[in-house]
């Protein structure tokens, strides 16, 4: 039992998974799934007396307390994972990103990709994942232009960069 743990898991047996976590939470609590969101409840938690409209006092960050145990969940879950099931632990910064060339670029992608969760209203997850399934079309769009974003960096910019 613990070996079938300790592998990885075919895509047959792991996308329906998550593919099922989709209706199972919409049905079962009426929300949707999104990781973006997380950062909005977290900054309202944190700057309550905030003038930002964004963080207003007419949002209640606690009617999405699950949320922020959701993403909670991830973290643990992906250190357990990591760490206690795997024969060998994924290394947190490979080799090619241990230089001032290496932090500059993820620095760059991590704002760019910020950027563009908040501009697109919502991340890969909530986009790909839950909106596809609610037949959004703005969702289909964003979801396009990630999987190009995604081609352009692989296949461009990372050569670019030596990586």
């Known amino acids: 039992m613990l070996d079938g743990i300790l ?5 047959y047996v792991s ?18 799934l999104g990781i973006s969101s997380s950062f909005r409840h ?3 938690a944190c ?6 409209p964004y963080f207003s006092k007419n949002y209640h960050w606690r009617d999405h307390i699950w949320n ?15 760490f206690l099931l795997s024969a060998e632990p994924a290394v947190f910064l490979p080799d090619g990103y241990q230089n ?4 500059g670029l993820l620095f760059g992608g991590g704002l760019l990709v910020g950027f563009g969760t908040r501009y697109a209203d919502g991340c890969t997850s909530g986009h790909t994942i839950m909106g596809l399934s609610a037949l959004n079309w703005p969702s289909l769009v964003a979801t396009f232009f990630f999987f190009v974003g995604g081609l352009i960096s692989t296949w461009l910019l990372l ?3 030596g990586f």
């Open 100 to 103: 001032l060339a290496g932090v």
């Open 159 to 161: 050569p670019l960069f």
């Open 15 to 32: 996308g329906p998974l998550i593919g099922l976590t989709v209706p199972l939470l919409l049905i079962l609590t009426g929300k949707n």
């Open 68 to 82: 922020l145990i959701f993403v909670g969940g991830l973290v643990i879950g992906g250190f357990i994972a990591n």
């Open 42 to 44: 977290i900054g309202a």
């Open 7 to 11: 592998q990885p898991w075919p895509w």
């Open 47 to 52: 700057s309550s007396k905030s003038k930002l």
